[in-house]
């Protein structure tokens, strides 16, 4: 047989085993489980199953969903808690739900999950401790408004602050809620529409069918009850209808010869995939390769700074000196001092540092470690720390302007919420200050100086510490003692707050070296200064020249109030800071006040009065 009539007969073959498979589609009485929708609601499949709708196998005991008249997605948990779902991520395995009337809280006692399948996502929750008053309490920030009515007011307290900060004189303890995630009240966030605030997210872990979704497979239920993953999207098909309407032998002969067909050419497709997924590691290794830092001897960077000829600079840590690996490439080479520290933070340093890239974060290109000569090479950049742009009298600050100061904080911001959110693990830095942001030509803010920074999961919410971390004037509450709450990602805020605040005030907000550190009434808290300030509804008036200037000076400041806010619960994360900064800053709120609550010291002194507890775990 020749090519062509080969060809012609497979060709034959094909479209009438097309045919006939086509038939055998139109015979099928029932398709296993397609998809199904509440109106426009989120795509209902395995392991979510539609009451009524959808037979029982098409998904898992305790995701029954059902439909509303109105058409919305409906989730029934067990205590007669109903909540609509908002959108179902089947990579991930998580569901925005919300209360039907926005008020999570008149919902949040009844949760109970013991007998269902979901969790709260969130990787922190909090008590909450519900009041009934019959005034407005000026003091309670964390209104309820849903559960109130005329005459009374409900407001719910998180179990971080203490109670005695509050004068509830006219109010009588309602019960408590314990373990849900944050509320974000409609005080803290009014610029948060009623009905995201209210979004829940919750989280499943069995069936585990997030990774094969996310390689384009849907899972199955098998008989024995156990899940399937299945990479074809082509639901199979029961077989006994369609032999009914299969009659003649030949046809099923066909029928069987193009699964034959369609089998090898997924052998075939199969393979093909394999070997370009080989390839794609290949080439995710190659590139990996390239990004990951090298490893130089002490010779190595004898030569790249040519002797140590040019020096940068010198902390505590070590001394700085330009080199040059190649005639574009131009490197800072940070020398450790021997004899600070066990290696603890050079090894911190590389380890963290070799697995991240953002473009506001300070790229590692390599280290040293021979004998007790340790050294960390960085790319090089020109403009130095922003410390040198913010703290001088001789106009640098002048020069970068308002809008430019603005980018440069959403680029701090952005590298810090990559750290937060970006990577497998966290990564809290401990050391956010104007020193350790380096600029580059643009004014692109890189992060730097990871000495101090610390790794942990993404879902671990507490890290211990055995001694406070970071430097005066810029570490959080809790960094100090743990009675104002468990350090987490939220320290970082707080530094970020203080870094943003000085950006705007254009000097130190605290000096720590004053030499008479009892009595400096004439020395100014400038973040203290500046609530006062806008509280009072003033106008900013710091070194505004620009239209426009005044309105983004605003903003900055008030993100900045509310990064420093005392309790790390009160403080937005970064995701949330990063927003702010987008946005023109027209509708942000007030924050409350972080300096006058009863039960803390004020904050221009606590800096230097508060003793520095170790916490030994
Ligand atoms: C609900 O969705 C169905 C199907 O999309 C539609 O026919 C019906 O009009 C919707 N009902 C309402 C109340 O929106
Ligand atoms: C689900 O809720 C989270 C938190 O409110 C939000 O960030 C996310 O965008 C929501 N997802 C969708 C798809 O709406
Ligand atoms: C949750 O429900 C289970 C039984 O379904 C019960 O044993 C448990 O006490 C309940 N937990 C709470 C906090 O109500
Ligand atoms: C909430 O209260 C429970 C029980 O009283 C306690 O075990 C838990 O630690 C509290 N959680 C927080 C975040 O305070
Ligand atoms: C709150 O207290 C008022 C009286 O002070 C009472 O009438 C009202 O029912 C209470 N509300 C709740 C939800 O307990
Ligand atoms: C959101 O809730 C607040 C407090 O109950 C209310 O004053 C406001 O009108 C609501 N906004 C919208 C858009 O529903």
Known sequence: MS?????????VLSIFSLFVFVLGELGQSLPNCPESRCGSGPAIRFPFRLKGQQPNYCGYHGFDLSCTERNDTLLELPNLVKLYVQEIDYVYQVINVSDPDDCFLRQALNINFSASPFR??????????????????????????????????????????????????????MYDILSIPY???????????????????????????GLCEAGGGRCELKSDGTELCKMSHIT??????????????????????????????????????????????EKFLEDYKALTPTRYTYADLKRITHQFKDKLGQGAY???????????????????NSSTGNGEEFINEVGTMGR?????????????????????????????????????NDGYHHSLGWEKLQDIALGIAKGIEY?????????????????????????????????????????????????????????????????????SYKSDVYSFGMLLLEMVGGRKNIDVNVENRTENSNRVFFPEWIYDHLDRGEEMRIR?????DAQIAKKLTIVGLWCIQWFPVDRPSMTIVVQMLEGDGDDLAMPPNPFNSTGMPAGRHYHQELPVISEVE
């Open 419 to 487: 750290l937060h959110q970006g990577c497998d693990q966290r990564i809290l830095h401990f050391d956010i200050k104007p020193h350790n942001i380096l600029l580059d030509d643009n004014f692109t803010p890189k992060i730097s100086d990871f000495g101090l920074a610390k790794l942990c999961s993404k879902d671990q919410s507490i890290v211990s510490m055995t001694t406070a971390r970071g430097t005066m004037g810029y570490i959080a509450s809790e960094v100090f003692s743990r009675n104002f709450g468990n350090v």
């Open 318 to 336: 070590g001394t700085v000196f330009k080199g040059k690996l190649s005639s574009e490439i131009l490197v800072a080479v940070k020398i450790l």
């Open 183 to 209: 509320i974000y009240s409609y005080e803290i966030y009014p610029e948060m529409s009623n009905a995201s605030r209210n979004i829940i997210q919750l989280t499943w872990s069995k069936p585990a069918c």
């Open 356 to 392: 991240i890239h953002h473009v506001n974060v300070v790229r590692l290109v390599g280290f040293c470690a021979e004998g007790f000569r340790r050294a960390l090479v960085y790319e090089f950049l020109p403009n130095e720390s922003l410390e040198k742009f913010i703290f001088s």
């Open 120 to 173: 709260f996502k969130d990787d922190l929750l909090y008590n909450y401790t519900l009041f009934n008053c019959s005034t407005a309490e000026r003091n309670l920030i964390r209104n309820a408004p849903c559960l109130g009515a005329p005459g009374y007011e409900v407001y719910a307290i998180p179990g971080f602050n203490r109670i005695s900060e509050y004068t509830l004189t006219s109010c009588t303890k």
């Open 3 to 11: 090519n062509r009539s080969l060809e012609m007969s497979v060709f």
């Open 236 to 281: 199979p098909r029961t077989s006994g209808a369609s032999t009914k309407l299969i009659i003649a032998g030949a046809t099923l002969g066909s029928f069987l010869l193009l699964v034959a067909f369609i089998a090898l050419y997924h052998l075939y497709r199969a393979d093909r995939k394999e070997k370009e997924n080989q390839a794609r590691i």
């Open 544 to 548: 505004i020249e620009e239209e426009g």
